[in-house]
């Protein structure tokens, strides 16, 4: 089937999120659609797949012109898609999700699942899935919800799947398995559109690349093309893909963790028997594929987890037990991952934001009375000090974008004398401009003697930023290795091997990528 | 320096789960009550419970206890049950189903028991007091599956009240406008679905908070009833309000049959609707096409979307259905309990049906069972109060709401309500 | 990865389709009937509707960079103003309908459609007449005090709404939906009567301590739920209904012991307060009014100074927009759900007072009459901000006391007045609806990308952000 987008458009009031995109997928190939995050990648396929109208343009199925009024229409032209964030009722089975919305009955609108499991069973053997079309959804790993999503396509013909952004909670061995799966489908003639803005994994299935920036195409490449070349069109500058900083001076170790565990509500050990320590002016980058325990471990030395064994100590100080007031007033500062949910409140303006855990401290309050004239000259201060694009110190925290929300959070966090900081995912969903002036913050802190742990689970900010890097896996520790150390190396860990184990192998093939 | 910290991943990871000495506690606590109240404070007498009266065509003998040794023996059966859930809380091991329920039953023949013995007259109609019971419960199963419809499919219905209210209401009118009790019932199912689908076009349409909705709605259908009775239905209530009631249809040989024929075999249409609704809604909520997407857009909207499953369109045919019957239950106030509408004559059963949905955890039959429990806890408290009891008629009264208030507390088990119940789908 | 990213961000309060970490972290609120999200994820065509926590919340209200002209057509004050005028319209059809004289004069219509129309126009606009004479200035009075008796009958009955409301706006600023001021009333009213009755102390100290007593219990009452939705996490709007019925019970319960009992009596009511436990007459003793109102005139400014001015409010606040961002910020989201629950209980504790040391001066079940449930259309009326809270109740109050001599002079049932007062309150929540009715331009349809606002300029609601 060949697929063909012209001129798609996608307004959302004044924001161009698709501008005039071309793009043709021809049958059997793997055409991948490369772009930084809030590039507009993912509006596009949700235009695609009938989730949203477009605003100007039209999409040729065989050269026909087709309208979608709903992923309906779009699956009944042979579109599936894989969402990022997966599409599956989490309390259903495999073959409830399989079957809903393609649903096959008996008399009288009775479900024959039956039917589904024959499918599903089908489909597993022939692609070596492996699915139990009985088992909860909710209690399969993530790699095989994904898989699960893959057969909800085939059994609805896909003849072009979608896949958004496959690998961002994949193992490098996961991912390794997804690609093997994705060739098999491309030989049996289906069409992939591969969303991604890891410019490897790009390179290594696409047939076409296209490249979307800000909403437009920037340009089309072949898979052989240089790696620092596709990231430029990616990013629209020459990038140095790294950052230029010093050379740590490590001081005194103030920050141990030792033994610590932490428990899960379901009983699992999310993190288990971690120890590490972090010394002054230096940076710690906790690496590993998403939902390994690093959400949990900050959390943790936050006070933000119940069930935690072990010890945490800050400058001899224990901070294990202790409330969340108390480690902030201990001098921890914290950059949650999702700043929209934990790091802000939207609806409060930026100057009641930049105070967020400072509102019952001097000069914001008096016993329990505010004031506003000392939060209205914070505002001011932080706004011009950190260039936070925004209307006033009144305006929601919620109307800033990523960048700018992100550097609220990051001026509050920073406007207080730190013993240790601490930032997850300090620059997802953040624009180019944004990174870089973020991340020479956060070096700047280093310098200025704080200890500091960043949890990423990009490899380029991981080895943009670490001086010595651990690598979580299942909520285990598989070492820690300095900044220094190769990709294969940290994607060998990421996937479960320790660390000296990964040293010697990477070591025995050296080179194996770049 | 690089791998020193590592710790051994060999170190396996326990999967205990985090143990909970909620429900121990919780046992432990109610047995001891038992002993205390139920054993030690029994009543020196027999308690005599009748299944039949003399003139029935099937006479069964009395069951006729001792309360002490009932009182005893549940109570030590009961602090078994409550050390055996210890002893599985502490290696770690859950507690199975069967004590959960073993526990619950004896609770109730000791408390019923206890409760009777303790009357003036320690004598009651077993089949009675059962068969009130479900009688009591029919507009209440009628409002939970309302619930069970609504909530399901994402929307929060809090407004079951006005839609009994409104059904009620308009069977009263209508069946007496026109003479006959079946149209009076096709008019309470309309008039629920009128107050359905202003919830629906408010709280689907016009995205305006769930509750909020039914609250106002409450209120509104209050309001409207209340001034319509005023101002027309009292004015001439011969013309408006002296509906005919429903027949009870008895069906041959089988109401006859001791305890469960009257509870099964001797109802109005209204009744034998109640238990027809609660299979087909079961079964279709299970087992069928629509069912399957139901559940669907209102545990994830957003993944059912994807599969071109409409979600707005779902949940509000759900809703306007929730209507049907839920109105169907109003009918019962009108035309089966009492042949004539009052000013606010549902009196709170929406709420207490809102709390058997939530007591079901969702699903139709655990509403069911609820509901009954709930019907069954008012019509104790109404017989008890013609026996003569030693508990005070309100607190008997406020059990249904007591109970509810654990369950959703989680001292019951666990409610895990639908993934989407209450939160608007916005298509992007 | 999606444009959402970079865009403003509505905050997700509680929702949004997260499938992965917050449901799992969350749990407990999972369980939860979810409440705030309305605003949040009303997307770009939808403009907010009007959940009292986060329209309220924003400080900064839609269109503040608006032309005033604009501001006017599309503001919330107007779409409350047609929402008042188009509920009566709807009222005043409802009373023409049923009337007599208009059906009398309808079975003719086709002859003489006038007589209809007038009719329906007499019956209505009489009942009307009769609600505002009731409610505010009663033009036929001989002397001054009867002219204004009926305004000062609708400060009395505003009293109770008020400080109820209050309780209602306050919770609802910590996201919390209290539906359990009806409960929190009749156990503040409970406490408040038996410290009135039962104890005999000194002019002054009694009543004090009666306003004490009225706090405590509603504080109680309030409290027990907050701490049972702190620590369980089970749902605030099923547990203060629940507890609404299990509080008329109680009271039932203790009108039946001698504790409670008026000596002699069969009933359940209680001996009359002593003259030293009740509010004082405001304006003398031909008024009713008494200074109850000054008390909910005081807990008015207290809960706009707690709201807004003090880290107690901030917190609150905090709690109430976002409280995963309250926890990781520090703030105890547990105590918060405690203190705001007992705060609004304490609140609906003095509109117990004020019925049983104000205007019953007994104490029976029927003593928080039907306020508790009116507390929250006036809260949800008054968007959950004090004063505005302040301004529905006496709006609800001169419904409620006209309602009273509207049904005495005209026979128009009170019930009348529910009616008007739920539609209210339906018509404002849907601010679109009521535009359309009136063909009013929609807000932001020029001022889109500004970004005014949060809500009605955001393209894609919070959940789709999260999970497209």
Redesign the interface.
């Known amino acids: 089937m060949k697929l063909e987008l012209i001129g798609i458009t996608k307004r959302?009031?004044?924001?161009v999120?698709n501008d005039h995109i071309d793009l043709v997928v021809e049958p059997g190939q793997v055409h991948s659609l490369l772009g930084e995050?809030?590039?507009?990648?993912?509006?596009l396929m949700?235009v695609l797949?009938g989730?949203?109208d477009p605003t100007e343009g039209e999409i040729l199925v065989n050269d026909k012109p087709v309208t979608f009024k709903?992923?309906?229409?779009a699956?009944a032209a042979g579109i599936g898609?894989v969402?990022?964030?997966?599409?599956?009722?989490?309390?259903?089975t495999v073959a409830?999700?399989v079957?809903?919305?393609?649903?096959a009955?008996k008399a009288?609108?009775?479900?024959d699942l039956q039917e589904t499991r024959t499918r599903i069973r089908r489909i597993s053997d022939q692609y070596g899935f492996d699915v139990d079309p009985d088992a909860v959804v909710e209690d399969l790993p993530v790699g095989v919800q994904q898989r699960v999503e893959i057969i909800?396509a085939l059994v609805r013909d896909a003849e072009v799947l979608i896949l958004?952004?496959p690998t961002?909670v994949l193992t490098p061995k996961e991912t390794d398995e997804l690609l093997g799966i994705m060739a098999q489908l491309k030989a049996d003639g289906k069409s992939i559109v591969f969303?991604s803005?890891k410019l490897r994994e790009v390179k290594a299935v696409s047939d076409v690349i296209t490249v979307v920036r800000r909403?437009k195409v920037v340009g089309t490449a072949d898979p052989s093309a240089p790696t620092t070349e596709l990231a430029s069109l990616m990013v629209g500058r020459s990038v140095s893909l790294t950052l230029d900083k010093k050379p740590a001076t490590p001081g005194e170790v103030t920050f141990r963790v030792q033994?610590l565990t932490v428990?899960?509500?379901?009983?699992?050990?999310v993190v288990?028997?971690?120890?590490?320590?972090v010394a002054e002016g230096e940076i710690l980058a906790i690496a590993g594929v998403q939902?390994n325990g690093q959400?949990e471990l900050t959390e943790a030395i936050?006070g933000?987890q119940d069930?935690v064994t072990g010890s945490i100590t800050l400058n001899g100080n224990q901070l294990l037990g202790r409330?969340?007031?108390e480690?902030?007033?201990a001098g921890v500062g914290?950059v949650?991952e999702?700043r929209?949910?934990?790091?802000?409140?939207?609806?409060?303006?930026v100057a009641?934001n930049l105070i967020?855990?400072r509102?019952?401290d001097a000069p914001f309050?008096k016993g329990?009375?505010?004031s506003?004239s000392a939060m209205e000259q914070n505002a001011q201060e932080k706004i011009a000090e950190y260039d936070v694009r925004t209307?006033s110190a009144?305006?929601?925290a919620?109307?800033?974008?990523?960048?700018n929300?992100q550097k609220v959070v990051m001026a509050r966090e920073f406007s207080r004398p730190l013993k240790l900081f601490i930032a997850s995912q300090p620059t997802?969903?953040?624009?180019v401009g944004s990174i870089e002036f973020l991340h020479r913050r956060i070096v700047a802190e280093r310098d200025g003697g704080t200890p500091v742990i960043i949890v990423s689970t990009e490899l380029d900010e991981v080895l943009e930023l670490a001086d010595?890097i651990a690598v979580l896996?299942?909520?285990?520790?598989?070492?820690?290795?300095?900044g220094t150390v190769s990709r294969d190396v940290l994607g060998l860990m990421m996937a479960?091997m320790?660390?000296?184990e990964a040293l010697a192998q990477a070591h025995d093939v050296q080179g194996g990528d770049l | 320096?690089?791998?020193a910290?590592?710790?051994?991943?060999a170190?396996s990871?326990?999967?205990?789960?985090?143990r909970s000495w909620k429900n121990p506690i919780i046992l432990s606590v109610v047995a001891l009550f038992a002993l205390l109240v139920f054993a030690i404070g029994a009543p020196g007498n027999d308690v005599t419970f009748r299944l039949s009266e003399e003139n029935d065509p099937i006479v069964l003998p009395s069951i006729v206890v001792s309360a002490p040794v009932i009182g005893w023996v549940a109570a030590l059966a009961m602090i078994a049950l409550a050390a055996l859930a210890i002893l599985r809380t502490r290696s770690g091991r859950k507690i199975p189903v069967w004590v959960l329920a073993v526990f619950a039953v004896l609770f109730l023949i000791a408390f019923l028991t206890w409760v009777v013995g303790s009357a003036r007259t320690p004598n009651v109609a077993l089949y009675g007091l059962l068969a009130g019971s479900v009688t009591l419960a029919v507009p209440l199963i009628f409002g939970s599956l309302s619930g069970v419809l609504c909530e399901r499919s994402g929307v929060v219905n809090i407004a079951i009240e006005g839609q009994l209210l409104f059904g009620a209401f308009a069977a009263a009118v209508a069946a007496s406008l026109s003479g006959s009790a079946f149209v009076g019932l096709l008019a309470a199912a309309v008039a629920g679905v009128l107050v359905s689908l202003v919830l629906a076009v408010f709280s689907i349409r016009y995205v305006v908070n769930q509750v909020i909705v039914g609250v106002v709605l409450n209120v509104l259908v209050s309001g409207l009833t209340g001034f319509l009775f005023s101002a027309v239905l009292s004015e001439d209530s011969e013309r408006w309000n002296s509906p005919p009631r429903l027949p009870v249809i008895e069906i041959p040989l089988l109401a006859d049959i001791p305890v469960i024929g009257p509870i099964l075999f001797q109802q109005t249409i209204v009744g034998y609707l109640m238990y027809i609704a609660v299979a087909v809604v079961y079964v279709a909520l299970y087992?069928?096409?629509?069912?399957?997407?139901t559940?669907?857009v209102g545990?994830?909207p957003?993944?059912?979307?994807?599969?071109?499953?409409?979600v707005n369109r779902m949940r509000f045919m759900n809703v306007l259905l929730a209507g049907v019957v839920a109105g169907i239950g109003g009918s019962f106030f009108t035309l089966v309990a009492v042949s004539g509408f009052g000013r606010d004559m549902t009196a709170g059963q929406g709420y207490i049906a809102l709390a058997a949905l939530i007591f079901g955890r969702w699903n139709p039959i655990g509403a069911f069972f609820a509901a009954l429990l709930f019907g069954f806890a008012t019509n104790l408290s109404n017989v008890l109060s013609l026996l003569g009891t030693p508990v005070p008629d309100q607190f008997l009264r406020m059990l249904p709401y007591v109970v509810t208030v654990f369950a959703v507390a989680g001292l019951v088990g666990r409610s895990r309500a639908p993934?989407a119940s209450g939160i608007p789908y916005i298509?992007? | 990865?999606?444009?959402q990213?970079?865009?403003?961000?509505?905050?997700?309060?509680g929702g949004g389709?997260?499938?992965?970490?917050?449901?799992?972290k969350d749990?407990a609120r999972q369980d939860e009937i979810r409440l705030e999200t309305a605003a949040?994820t009303a997307g770009?065509e939808v403009p907010p509707p009007a959940v009292p926590a986060?329209t309220a919340?924003?400080?900064?209200g839609p269109g503040a960079?608006a032309p005033l002209m604009q501001r006017i057509m599309t503001g919330n004050a107007l779409v409350a103003f047609l929402s008042v005028v188009l509920s009566l319209i709807l009222g005043g059809l409802l009373i023409a309908v049923t009337d007599q004289e208009v059906a009398s004069a309808s079975s003719y219509f086709f002859s003489r459609p006038q007589d209809t129309i007038a009719a329906a126009w007499t019956a209505a606009s009489s009942a009307y007449i009769a609600l505002f004479q009731g409610s505010v200035f009663n033009f036929e009075g001989d002397t001054f005090t009867r002219m204004i008796y009926p305004l000062t009958q609708t400060l009395t009955v505003a009293t109770p709404l008020i400080c109820a409301g209050l309780g209602v706006a306050l919770a609802f600023r910590a996201g919390l939906f209290n539906i359990g001021a009806q409960g929190q009333i009749l156990i503040g009213a409970t406490f408040a009567g038996w410290v009135g009755f039962t104890l005999h102390l000194p002019v002054g100290i009694h009543l004090l301590l009666v306003i004490l007593a009225g706090m405590v219990g509603g504080a109680l009452w309030g409290g027990l739920v907050g701490l049972l939705k702190a620590r369980t996490g089970a749902h605030e709007v099923i547990l203060t209904i629940m507890f609404n019925y299990i509080a008329t019970n109680l009271v039932l319960y203790f009108l039946s012991t001698p504790a409670f009992q008026r000596p002699g009596s069969t009933n359940p009511i209680s001996p009359q307060l002593d003259a030293t436990a009740v509010y004082p007459p405001l304006l003398g003793a031909s008024f009713r009014l008494h200074w109850g109102f000054v008390v909910a005139v005081l807990a008015t400014v207290f809960v706009w100074w707690l709201l807004n001015?003090?880290?107690?409010g901030?917190?609150l606040?905090?709690v109430g927009?976002?409280p995963?961002?309250?926890?990781?910020?520090?703030?105890?989201v547990s105590k918060g759900y405690i203190l705001a629950m007992a705060i609004a209980g304490a609140l609906a504790g003095l509109a117990g007072v004020a019925q049983v040391s104000g205007t019953e001066k007994v104490l029976t079940s029927g003593v928080a009459a039907s306020f508790g449930f009116d507390a929250i259309t006036v809260a949800l009326l008054g968007r959950s901000s004090p004063w505005g809270t302040f301004a529905a109740g006496l709006l609800f109050g001169a419904f409620r006391a006209g309602g009273v001599a509207m049904q005495a002079s005209t026979g128009t049932s009170i019930d009348i007045v529910l009616v008007v007062q739920s539609l209210i309150v339906l018509f404002i929540a849907a601010p679109p609806l009521v535009r359309a009715l009136f063909r009013l331009p929609a807000p932001g349809a020029t001022r889109?990308?500004k970004?005014g606002?949060?809500t009605s300029?955001?393209?894609?609601p919070?959940s789709t952000g999260?999970?497209?």
Not at chain 1, 428 to 431: A, E, I, L, S, T
Request: a negative charge; proline letters at 5%.
């Open positions: 959302f009031g004044s924001l999120a995050n809030g590039a507009g990648k993912s509006t949700n797949y989730l949203y709903g992923p309906g229409d699956m898609m969402h990022q964030h997966f599409m599956l009722v989490p309390v259903f409830e999700n079957a809903l919305g393609n649903e009955t009288g609108g009775m479900l909800k958004d952004e961002a969303i803005h909403g033994d428990q899960a509500a379901n009983g699992q050990h288990d028997g971690l120890s590490f320590e939902g959400t936050m933000l069930h409330s969340v007031k480690v902030i007033r914290f949650p999702d929209s949910v934990e790091g802000l409140v939207g609806t409060f303006s009641e967020l855990n509102y019952d309050a329990l009375s505010m506003q209307q009144q305006s929601a919620g109307t800033l974008s990523g960048g929300q997802r969903g953040v624009d010595r896996y299942r909520g285990h520790l598989m070492g820690i290795v300095p479960g320790p660390a000296d | 320096m690089s791998t910290t590592t710790s051994a991943p170190r990871a326990s999967d205990a789960t985090v087992h069928s096409r629509w069912g399957l997407r559940r669907a545990e994830h957003k993944a059912a979307d994807t599969l071109g499953v409409n993934g298509k992007g | 990865m999606n444009p990213d970079d865009r403003p961000v509505t905050p997700a309060t389709a997260h499938p992965t970490r917050r449901e799992a749990a949040e770009g986060t919340g924003l400080g900064v960079e001015r003090s880290t107690v901030f917190e606040r905090a927009a976002n995963s961002a309250a926890r990781t910020a520090g703030v105890n889109a990308g970004g606002s949060s300029t955001t393209p894609t919070a999260a999970a497209a």
